[in-house]
């Protein structure tokens, strides 16, 4: 009878484990099978080499643009190692950092804060780079520069990409809703 009973007991042992595997596999497939329906979100920055102030920011979603907004990098200046004044260097940038209540001494309010990135001629690290606008800490409008958006002038910066105050606010709920990419492309 004893046996029997350790017979039994290694039987429902294994039948256990062979299910515990079975839904672990079964886990995993379908966990991998999620990851791989996961949406792929890009975030990409085609700089305008005629009018630096009049690039694109474009977020799409499996390569269907989700939305489109005019952005602006630099002084004008397309020489990606001029530091403070020229466009953002061309490549993947790592996206370190991304707040609605940023304070820092340039950029206040919505701010997405990207990596280190030296620019293509290799003399210079590009550091502090931000996709930003012009506003408060909180959001809303001040009543002088430069927390204030006027328009056109407002486009450039010190090589960060500009973005208006409502379309960086619309990018943050877009990006919350579609899921944030881990880097921005930037393009010419």
């Given at each position: 009878?004893?046996?029997?009973?350790r017979w039994v007991r290694g039987i429902c042992g294994v039948s256990v484990v062979l299910a515990a595997a079975a839904g672990a596999a079964a886990v995993t497939g379908t966990a991998g099978a999620s990851a791989a329906a996961r949406p792929q979100v890009t975030l990409v920055f085609d700089k305008n080499p005629a009018d630096p102030g009049r690039s694109t920011l474009t977020v799409s979603r499996d390569g269907e643009r989700q939305a489109r907004y005019r952005a602006g990098s630099g002084d004008g200046s397309t020489d990606d190692c001029a530091a403070g004044r020229g466009w953002l260097p061309d490549g993947d940038w790592r996206i370190v950092l991304k707040d609605r209540r940023f304070k820092g001494g340039k950029v206040r309010g919505y701010g997405i804060q990207l990596g280190n990135m030296r620019c293509a001629g290799g003399t210079?690290?590009?550091?502090?780079?931000?996709?930003?606008?012009?506003?408060?800490?909180?959001?809303?409008?001040?009543?002088?520069?430069?927390?204030?958006?006027?328009?056109?002038?407002?486009?450039?910066?010190?090589?960060?990409?500009?973005?208006?105050?409502e379309d960086i606010k619309d990018l943050f709920a877009r990006l919350d809703d579609l899921g944030w990419p881990e880097r921005l492309r930037v393009i010419a």
């Open positions: 009878m004893a046996t029997g009973t210079v690290t590009r550091t502090e780079m931000f996709v930003h606008s012009e506003m408060h800490r909180d959001g809303g409008q001040g009543d002088t520069e430069p927390r204030r958006w006027d328009g056109e002038e407002d486009y450039l910066s010190d090589g960060c990409v500009k973005l208006r105050p």
